[in-house]
Nanobody
Framework: QVQLVESGGGLVQAGGSLRLSCAAS????????MGWFRQAPGKEREFVVTISSATGIPYYANSVKGRFTISRDNAKNTVNLQMNNLKPEDTAVYFCAARTSMYGSDSSADYAYWGQGTQVTVSS
């Protein structure tokens, strides 16, 4: 069982930055691929980024590529999402997710564990 707790959301103006963190419990964090998803009001949950535990290589959605950076610290059981040059369309609840596989995925159905989400609001 893995528990995930996100933090770092908030309100920011367009062009600004936020850093989200996800703290994970459990001894097997280092073997799990991690992902971030987001869900805006009235929309389906959307893939943002995933990072493999085997290679540490990230894979980004085109909408955030070049602006967002994911990193993980296996010693601290954390995964972070640095978000720069934020746009109003980035407004959503952001969820951290863990997959019981070394390899990342852009499908929310492949993730077994989810955090409660943190709100990110970008004003224009």
């Amino acid at each position: 069982q893995v528990q995930l707790v996100e933090s770092g959301g908030g309100l920011v103006q367009a062009g600004g930055s936020l850093r989200l963190s996800c703290a994970a419990s459990g001894r097997t964090f280092s073997s799990y691929a991690m992902g971030w998803f987001r869900q805006a009001p009235g929309k389906e949950r959307e893939f943002v980024v995933t990072i493999s535990s085997a290679t540490g290589i990230p894979y980004y959605a085109n909408s955030v590529k070049g602006r967002f950076t994911i990193s993980r610290d296996n010693a601290k059981n954390t995964v972070n999402l640095q978000m720069n040059n934020l746009k109003p369309e980035d407004t959503a609840v952001y969820f951290c997710a863990a997959r019981t596989s070394m390899y990342g995925s852009d499908s929310s159905a492949d993730y077994a564990y989810w955090g409660q989400g943190t709100q990110v609001t970008v004003s224009s």
